[in-house]
């Protein structure tokens, strides 16, 4: 008698042994599979995000800070490495400064009241309307129009000679305004086609917000005696929170990255005759494209993507907290 066979119980051949063999093996490689699939399923489910981001996104924006880094100009490509001198000759400069300040009014006269007027079309059409589908559906309309066709026919509209604004003033007996010309006129009127694309898109978000708020929030309002403005005050508002900041912190995003209007407000396509209303992102495309030279170009729209970054935090802590003090009331 071998030791196989000492060992074998009683009964069971070689082969039913050599089979139970395999499919413990089996079984513990298909446990150790499963554990496996729990540990890195969520990864690679969200890692097709990441990968584009990091391609689309982390790559180029690396690179524009080594190209900051560089003598770098269209014609002959990479140059010596220079270290900070194009930030400090572009923070050393006049029209950098102008354009930080015409971003910041445009940024604050379009995102301000785009949320506030987004949150109350959101309101409304949350209310029992008849066609609710069609209403809904008419709000995202401006969103699908190409910005230059906004801007170009906003351009027409805002015009200083013949534009339909200063026919209307006229009729009210008011002057007309020199849209092109005075500084924040020409803000206002950017401003207006900035909002006119996005409140609509904003409030489609706000609304599919208020829908998943629980309905019998309301009704308890509605029995304790609050209107419907108390209840949009102290239940949807607060209730809204997380929404609240996503959309404060894409419009800051957005508005100060603001370029195709603003470009298409005018002819020449520098923010006007004095740059009355030339933003950073216009400032970029003229370092890069009209000096060809993407070393300065390049640290602007890193000194860009800082003050983004700032702007953001710093509109995330507000928003939040303004919320967090609503919610206590």
Do not use: C
């Amino acid at each position: 008698m071998t030791v196989t066979d000492r060992v074998r119980p009683q009964g069971q051949s070689a082969d039913e042994e050599q089979h139970s063999n395999r499919s413990v093996r089996r079984i513990a490689v298909s446990q150790r599979l499963s554990r496996w699939d729990i540990k890195l399923s969520p990864y690679l489910y969200i890692s097709p995000f990441f990968l584009l981001f990091a391609v689309t996104g982390l790559f180029p924006l690396l690179y524009t800070g080594w190209v900051s880094l560089h003598n770098w100009n269209l014609i002959g490509g990479q140059g010596r490495f220079i270290g900070l001198d194009n930030f400090g000759f572009v923070l050393g400069q006049p029209y950098f400064w102008n354009a930080v300040g015409n971003t910041l009014s445009i940024f604050l006269l379009s995102s301000v009241p785009q949320v506030v007027l987004a949150l109350l079309i959101a309101a409304v059409l949350d209310a029992n309307l008849r066609a609710k589908t069609f209403w809904r559906m008419g709000v995202l309309v401006p969103f699908v129009v190409a910005p230059v066709a906004v801007g170009l026919i906003f351009n027409n509209l805002f015009a200083d000679q013949f534009g339909l604004v200063n026919e209307l003033l006229a009729l009210a007996g008011l002057d007309p305004v020199r849209w092109h010309s005075d500084q924040l006129a020409s803000h206002l009127a950017i401003a207006t086609m900035v909002n006119f694309r996005w409140i609509g898109y904003n409030a489609l978000i706000f609304l599919a917000a208020m829908q998943a708020i629980p309905r019998d929030v309301f009704e308890a309002a509605t029995i304790d005696g609050a209107s419907r403005v108390r209840q949009f005050l102290s239940v949807t508002v607060p209730m809204l929170r997380p929404t609240v900041i996503f959309v404060a912190i894409t419009s800051t995003i957005g508005g100060l990255q603001i370029f195709d209007e603003p470009r298409v407000f005018d002819q020449s396509g520098l923010g006007g005759a004095d740059r009355q209303w030339q933003t950073l992102t216009m400032y970029i495309w003229e370092l890069g494209w009209g000096q060809r030279n993407f070393g300065r170009a390049s640290a602007v729209a890193w000194l860009l993507f800082l003050m983004i970054v700032l702007i953001a935090l710093l509109n995330f802590l507000l928003t939040r907290r303004i919320a967090d003090q609503g919610g206590r009331k």
